[in-house]
């Protein structure tokens, strides 16, 4: 580099030949005058051949300039001329060349014409990006001096004197170093005379101040071609300048968007990400910019747009970015988040069809073009003079997410290609923040549907228990976790509590969290004990674990989890729980004192320890609080375990409040945050059933006590106001008491619950199951537990010590028409109802 205070002339730039452009002169009366080197190799003939000669051979003859001397003319009156035309190369084939033919001034007011040819059909994207050529074919303002072999200035055009302030008097006939005698002109006349030697072009780069602007640097970029007579000699050099000052911003401006990409995708959110990507592009890029999505991905849902012919269904569009320099945005038809139309020729059915960027650096606005495919879009289009476009996909993976439009309204340069090299790159950053925002609001979207179905959307304590809760997933980011809580309800009135803790956090933690919690149901609708239950369920997650092990394409997961698990009774008030691994239950009565009973810890669930678990009851004064919950509440990285519990005693110490206040107080002891750990917290309140609501007797094992049953029933359901369920209920009553008296050997127990619904229940002291079958028609007997389950809500059986309670339950209404007119049959024999365990 040579550095001359302010200016810097880079000598060995880009020192080659090109084949894609190339200069030729020719006369007013549309002679070739000189050739170059480049010319030859672009069509084939050397200078011998057209020096001399019409430059029909490569001008656009047409039906208004028929002739050479009338296209001369066209040239004249219009300043030149540029376009795209066919030329016929030495060897036959055609070539789709971009032509540019510039008015060149010399002494006493002679003009000479200068051929610009650039081959558009071989150009390749990085010779496209050439300074000099890209100005070519873009119809900059391009300068043009043209030395004889002593670099005295013979040609010059009117462009020449805007770049560098040196008249056309000031510079004809005179060295450049006469006109600007500075370091910098004689490094140039250097490069002119090593030109002039070789006959190659070369391009070179340096920096300058223009006139209009002394304190601005600008940077210039000039090509150097050796021009040739007929016999090949060299006649003089013509130098192509072009100011890329433009271009290397846009370099720089790449370089500050890189970092500045940064920025985007602040947030998990696919509208904030895009108007981060419009907002950044004005004014740095364009005037106004847009950002149309498809409309599903914004909420995570369906695959991206993919790239292929649409068979005439177009995608629907929404708006989710937008900015411009004017307040208010008005060249948007559309605010963000309203659906955009797309039309079938519009350029961006093209984009979305090739997946390839459209740049229409001067948008035809004229009547009957795509435009006016949408009157709205039109009007905006012409009312603010959009003059230049660029639409670029958005691509994610191997679709579509959707497209970034840039328009230019004020600023007059059209888009060029380092243009749309800048957007495609802010672009290109932008889609992987809005991928990575679409697959989150997918998969959060699927966490949160996921957390619905697995824990239960409301509490039902019943007559039993008053419940709240609150659940804090370590994972904050898709709100779900491993842990679960549950209030299940059982016969008599009763419900079990459970709070389970599987190891690990996020999408697979909650996966098997709802195997398990299925699991805890169904055994739950088994009436088992709580020791009983978690052996059951100890078996399955042993079993789960297996499984996850043979699974070939399945990574290895640890499968484990803690639990607790009650059965509180409203009758007896008996609260009876057993757990594995999992953190006591903290019980405050109604005074205020808390205790964390001696409950045997037992093992976690999935270590294959074969420990047998044990229970414990405990009698509860009505209006106990009973908090079950996971280590996520009481254990913390910088605190030991006895601090947890301790904070949550306090927090718990004051009943009187009501269960949404302490759950609240006990959640905002964990100190930080966000939980390292998930946390759950089940909080009920005991209440109890009065003794007048419940009613029970003993009864022989004989058949006197069907009788009686049907007696005592009817009496306690008047007492209560019940009369419209006395013959469903008698039924009832009569069926399990026969089935009792035929199949027990003692003494049989009949209780009546009135709480939310009324319970009958059946004790003998057969411990085998009734069965429900189907009777035949022939069959006299078989259609007792039939009768039952048509006439209750629910039946069922559970184990107790001594025998079985079977019961069933009824809707506290009337009863129902088929009960009375089924009427009150009397006691009948039946085949044995049961099956011995």
């Not at 809005?434 to 959307?457: F, G, I, S, V």
Request: charged fraction near 20%; proline fraction near 6%; aromatic fraction near 4%.
């Amino acid at each position: 580099m040579i550095s001359t205070g302010n200016a810097t002339l880079s000598d060995q730039l880009n020192t080659h030949e090109t084949s894609e452009s190339a200069v030729a002169m020719f006369d007013e009366h549309g002679a070739v005058v000189a050739w170059t080197q480049a010319a030859e190799r672009l069509v084939g003939h050397s200078a011998g051949d057209v020096v001399g000669h019409s430059a029909a051979l490569v001008l656009p003859l047409s039906e208004e300039a028929p002739t050479i001397s009338a296209f001369v003319e066209q040239c004249r009156a219009q300043n030149g001329w540029s376009g795209t035309t066919p030329v016929r190369h030495r060897d036959g084939r055609m070539l789709n060349i971009n032509l540019r033919i510039s008015m060149l001034w010399g002494q006493d007011g002679t003009v000479r014409w200068l051929m610009s040819v650039t081959d558009i059909g071989t150009l390749s994207k990085e010779a496209m990006n050439g300074s000099v050529r890209e100005s070519l074919l873009t119809r900059a303002p391009i300068g043009i001096v043209v030395r004889d072999p002593q670099l005295r200035c013979i040609w010059v055009n009117d462009t020449m004197e805007r770049l560098d302030g040196i008249s056309r008097d000031e510079r004809l006939g005179r060295l450049y170093t006469d006109a600007r005698p500075d370091v910098k002109a004689e490094a140039i006349e250097t490069v002119m005379r090593q030109v002039l030697q070789s006959g190659t072009t070369k391009v070179h780069q340096y920096r300058k101040s223009p006139p209009t602007s002394p304190r601005q640097e600008h940077t210039m970029a000039a090509s150097f071609f050796c021009l040739q007579d007929a016999d090949g000699e060299a006649l003089g050099v013509c130098t192509i300048n072009v100011d890329v000052t433009e271009s290397r911003r846009a370099l720089e401006r790449l370089a500050i968007l890189s970092e500045a990409s940064t920025r985007l995708g602040s947030t998990l959110d696919v509208m904030q990400t895009s108007q981060e990507l419009a907002d950044l592009a004005v004014p740095l890029l364009a005037d106004y910019a847009v950002v149309d999505l498809e409309q599903s991905v914004p909420f995570g849902e369906g695959p991206p747009v993919r790239i292929g012919p649409m068979d005439g269904r177009l995608p629907a569009f929404r708006r989710a970015g937008l900015a411009s320099i004017h307040q208010g945005v008005p060249e948007s038809p559309w605010v963000r988040g309203e659906p955009v139309p797309v039309t079938p020729a519009s350029p961006v059915t093209g984009v979305l069809r090739t997946g390839r960027s459209h740049l229409e650096a001067i948008l035809d606005t004229a009547p009957g073009t795509w435009i006016d495919e949408d009157p709205a879009r039109a009007q905006k289009i012409r009312e603010h003079s959009m003059h230049s476009l660029m639409v670029v996909p958005i691509r994610a993976r191997r679709g579509l997410l959707g497209v970034a439009l840039f328009v230019r309204t004020e600023d007059p340069v059209p888009f060029q290609e380092f243009d749309l090299l800048l957007a495609e790159e802010l672009v290109s950053r932008a889609a992987m923040s809005m991928d990575n925002a679409r697959r989150y609001a997918r998969e959060h979207n699927a966490a949160l549907a996921l957390q619905r179905n697995l824990l239960p959307r409301r509490l039902r304590g019943g007559a039993a228990v008053e419940a709240a809760s609150r659940y804090l997933p370590a994972d904050m980011d898709h709100g779900v976790g491993g842990d679960w809580f549950d209030v299940i309800p059982l016969s008599g009135a009763r419900v079990a509590l459970v709070v389970g803790d599987v190891v690990g956090h996020g999408i697979n933690a909650a996966a098997t969290m709802g195997r398990l919690r299925t699991a805890v149901h169904t055994l739950a609708d088994m009436e088992l004990p709580p020791d009983e239950l978690l052996t059951h369920l100890d078996d399955t997650v042993q079993r789960l674990a297996e499984e996850d092990a043979d699974a070939p394409d399945q990574t290895a997961t640890v499968v484990g989890a803690t639990c607790i698990y009650a059965v509180y009774d409203p009758v007896t008030r008996k609260c009876t729980m057993a757990r594995a691994g999992h953190p006591p239950p903290a019980i405050i009565d109604p005074q205020g004192r808390i205790t964390f009973p001696d409950l045997p810890t037992g093992t976690p669930l999935g270590t294959g320890m074969g420990v047998p678990f044990e229970a414990v009851e405990l009698e509860l004064p009505e209006g106990s609080l009973l908090a079950l919950y996971t280590d996520g509440l009481i254990e913390t990285r910088d605190h030991d375990i006895d601090v947890g519990i301790q904070r949550l005693g306090t927090a718990l110490a004051q009943p009187d409040r009501s269960l949404d206040d302490l759950c609240t107080r006990a959640m905002e002891t964990i100190p930080g945050q966000a939980p390292c750990d998930d946390v759950t917290l089940l909080l009920v309140r005991t209440r109890s059933i009065s003794p007048a609501h419940v009613a029970s007797w003993t009864l022989p094992s004989d058949e006197t006590a069907v009788h009686s049953a049907r007696d005592m029933a009817a009496c306690q359901l008047a007492e209560w106001g019940l009369e419209g369920l006395e013959d469903a209920t008698k039924l009832i009553v009569s069926e399990l008491v026969t089935n009792a008296v035929r199949h027990g050997t003692g003494l049989i127990g009949l209780r009546l619950i009135q709480h939310q619904v009324l319970t009958c229940e059946v004790f003998d002291t057969n411990v085998g199951s009734p069965l429900l079958r189907r009777a035949r028609t022939i069959d006299e007997n078989g259609r007792g537990l039939f009768l039952v389950a048509q006439l209750s809500r629910r039946w069922g059986t559970r184990s107790v010590s001594g025998g079985k309670v079977v019961w069933a339950e009824e809707d506290l209404a009337s009863a129902p028409s088929h009960a009375r007119a089924l009427g009150t049959p009397p006691a009948r024999e039946e085949q044995p109802a049961c099956v011995s365990n």
